[in-house]
């Protein structure tokens, strides 16, 4: 079982039944069973197990899929606090977007997400990696691809997942598909797709002053225009245009 440490169901009876009870409240519903479930094999005390039962149970019980956010946003809840920026900005890219780990970590230090333990100091990609994986283990990415040496490279994210995902990042990312979009004084991080030429910087983009991820991955632009960008978006963090050569 996913919750369960070798030899823990065998020495604690008392777990079993409340892993049951757990499992009741997630409606029988592999996903929110998967998050669930490796989130309390962290927890080894039944104290910590019963909180979490209580806690499942305060949220509403999951009667159809409509509610398993319930489900997915406790064990958001539980997430440390670098964790859940990480998970929030994975809201930056469309759903069945296939994520690369070196992509996804080096976007999470340059935001300044990542916080270094003492003795790993200079080791930043480091611990972003053990994010990454963290997120993985917790059954927040899945569809894993990776090399023969188990160096997991790319993986997906359930779409209710990234439901969760844009629900609690609050307005403060957006993926700009075609012309038309609404941008707020909320947004910090914007995701250009589907725009064949960005020829200058859309002026009602400019309402968000403190923007801080411009991706331009999949829309052609300009040098005169990145540099406009940068000029007219001062707390820019992360800037990337991959059709043009910028030196």
């Not at 509610?67 to 946003?73: D, T």
């Not at 964790?83 to 994520?99: G, R, V």
């Not at 070196?102 to 003492?118: F, H, I, K, N």
């Amino acid at each position: 079982m996913l919750a369960f440490t070798k030899g823990q169901e065998e020495s604690n009876p008392s777990l079993l039944q409340i892993g049951k009870e757990i499992v009741r409240n997630c409606g029988n519903v592999p996903l929110a069973i998967r998050v669930v479930g490796s989130l309390v094999y962290s927890k080894h005390s039944e104290k910590e197990w019963e909180l979490f039962r209580d806690a499942l149970l305060s949220k509403a019980k999951l009667i159809d899929l409509s509610n398993i956010m319930h489900v997915l946003k406790l064990s958001y809840d539980y997430l440390p606090s670098a964790l859940k920026q990480c998970f929030a900005y994975c809201s930056l890219f469309p759903k069945d977007y296939e994520f690369q780990k070196t992509e996804l970590v080096r976007l999470w230090m340059a935001q300044g997400y990542v916080e270094p333990v003492e003795e790993s100091l200079g080791m930043e990609e480091d611990v972003a990696d053990q994010y990454f994986l963290e997120l993985l283990r917790r059954n927040f990415f899945q569809d894993v691809k990776e090399y023969d040496t188990d160096d997991i490279i790319r993986c997906k994210m359930h779409d209710l997942v990234h439901d969760l995902a844009q629900h609690v990042a609050g307005g403060e990312s957006i993926v700009v598909e075609g012309t038309g979009a609404q941008f707020t004084n909320r947004l910090v991080h914007a995701n250009f797709r589907a725009v064949e030429m960005l020829s200058e910087v859309p002026q009602s983009l400019l309402v968000a002053r403190n923007l801080r991820s411009l991706l331009l991955r999949w829309c052609s632009t300009s040098t005169s225009t990145i540099k406009e960008l940068i000029l007219k978006f001062g707390s820019l963090r992360a800037l990337e245009s991959s059709r043009i050569e910028i030196t």
